[in-house]
């Protein structure tokens, strides 16, 4: 009996200590970095940092949209100085501020609208993405053309999340049918809802974590076979079954006998390019499947595609910042173009670059991305390019989870990228509702992110997506009203 009483003194003084201490590190603000990671109570005491323009600028429950005060402002920092300096649309914080944030809010691309599209063109109204834009808008016109998106991102677009409801919403409005890219083989496979996939285990995957020597499509990926491998993928994307896609499988240069086969049946492949696109079905069939036993044969995936219309291509991998792009030869991503040429790239990355409670510094990143862009646009010379600026991420601090510090800089860094690569911009964080939107979205109900202050779950990106749905749309009702759009 003495030795549990003794146990139980020892559990009680420890838990008081451990109280204590944690109060006291919140309520007169010693930060000690190892300790503020456990702090007791810092789940159940939350209090805002600054007081900010954004700070109304939250979804509350219900998902409803969040209150812009700031709607109305036709003359944002950044509309209103599109030509001049970064540095002069971005203020910095004063010197009296209690925290070390490096942009003031009121100067970030924060209290734009919900679902704008920012041009750093000298002409302030010029429309974003105009060459995408006109393309849009002939298909609305009801010219038969295709017009190809390529969503580039990390884990917050994976599982096609995001880009699976704007692939909807643009084919709902624009015409066109298909999911469009599905690699051969994914970790996410079974997470992801617009495409059913499954694959032999033997598939031997290069990829940005552990090749430098191998050409990796844009997917940051390359397949070959171990001997007898397969894939089988139906497109989830429509029940409609007089739906008639074609079905590209696409790899890299084949040998004088390579060959695979498609449900069943052999078939040669003869192109020998670096990238080349091959159609191995043209039917109302919502599967097939692949097989290759060809160890040399560089495979990619496979698009499943209508003839007209929108086709949205997800190329999402999970950890990376998108430097990792500046590794893919460059007479690849060319020979991509010539065959599979996109008229919009979407760069989103941000997550992985923010991976540290207390950065405030990321001038490192615009400059390591700055030519990574360039080579993009270079390669994809017909493209216009959208820099997708991060959304809100939180980490616990002493005062429990918040926005982190250097959200703000980070995405004062992307949009001088955007800028300094002639690139439109689109920024999560200001769709998501600003400072310290994650946290609400992460604990109302329903929620719209999960627990780990960093993903958007299936809701919230469904939000999200409808933002940048309505983004492009804002910018195809500019062109036709200042008769932009021409003749195609």
Not at 109 to 120: H, V
Not at 228 to 244: A, F, Y
Not at 389 to 408: C, H, K, L, N, W
Not at 435 to 449: C, D, E, H
């Amino acid at each position: 009996m003495n030795a549990n009483k003794r146990v139980f003194q020892f559990i009680f003084f420890s838990l008081l200590l451990y109280l204590v201490f944690s109060y006291i590190n919140i309520a007169y603000r010693k930060k000690w970095e190892p300790f503020d990671r456990i702090n007791l109570i810092s789940d159940v005491i939350v209090k805002p940092r600054e007081n900010d323009a954004l700070h109304q600028n939250r979804y509350t429950s219900g998902s409803k949209k969040v209150k812009q005060n700031n709607d109305e402002k036709k003359n944002d920092s950044l509309t209103m100085h599109s030509n001049a300096s970064i540095d002069e649309a971005f203020m910095t914080a004063s010197d009296s501020s209690k925290e070390k944030v490096i942009v003031s809010a009121e100067a970030l691309p924060l209290n734009l609208n919900q679902s704008d599209i920012i041009s750093f063109n000298i002409d302030s109204e010029s429309v974003a993405l105009s060459r995408f834009i006109k393309k849009l808008i002939a298909l609305k016109n009801g010219k038969k053309t295709k017009v190809r998106i390529a969503y580039l991102g990390d884990s917050m677009i994976e599982g096609d999340l995001l880009s699976q409801t704007l692939r909807s919403l643009l084919q709902q409005a624009y015409g066109g049918s298909g999911v469009g890219f599905v690699p051969i083989a994914s970790q996410v496979a079974q997470f992801r809802r617009t495409a059913i996939a499954s694959s032999s285990a033997n598939w031997r995957d290069f990829n940005f974590k552990n090749t430098k020597k191998q050409d990796l499509f844009i997917s940051g990926h390359v397949f070959f076979s171990s001997g007898n491998d397969w894939v089988k993928i139906k497109d989830n994307t429509s029940k409609d079954t007089s739906i008639v896609l074609g079905k590209y499988l696409l790899h890299g240069p084949a040998t004088d006998s390579a060959s695979v086969v498609v449900n069943k049946k052999t078939m040669m492949l003869e192109r020998t390019a670096l990238f080349n696109r091959t159609l191995v079905a043209h039917n109302k069939d919502k599967s097939i499947v692949v097989s290759s036993a060809d160890r040399k044969l560089p495979l990619f995936g496979l698009s499943f595609e209508s003839d007209q219309g929108v086709i949205v291509d997800n190329f999402s991998f999970r950890g990376i910042s998108g430097l990792e792009l500046g590794k893919i030869n460059a007479d690849l991503l060319k020979e991509i173009n010539e065959q599979n040429p996109y008229d919009l790239i979407i760069f989103q990355y941000g997550v992985n670059v923010l991976y540290k409670p207390d950065d405030t510094n990321f001038t490192w990143y615009k400059r390591a991305a700055i030519p990574v862009v360039k080579k993009i646009k270079t390669c994809f010379s017909k493209a216009d390019v959208l820099i997708v600026g991060t959304g809100d991420r939180a980490f616990r601090y002493p005062e429990g989870y918040q926005s982190a510090v250097g959200i703000e800089a980070l995405i004062k860094e992307q949009a001088a990228l955007a800028k300094q690569t002639d690139c439109a911009f689109f920024s999560l964080y200001a769709a998501m509702g600003g400072k310290n939107s994650m946290v609400n979205w992460a604990t109302q109900n329903p929620s719209l992110a999960n627990k780990d202050y960093v993903h958007p779950n299936a809701l919230g990106a469904k939000l999200l997506a409808k933002h940048l749905f309505e983004a492009i749309n804002k910018q195809v009702k500019k062109s036709e009203n200042t008769n932009l759009n021409g003749t195609d």
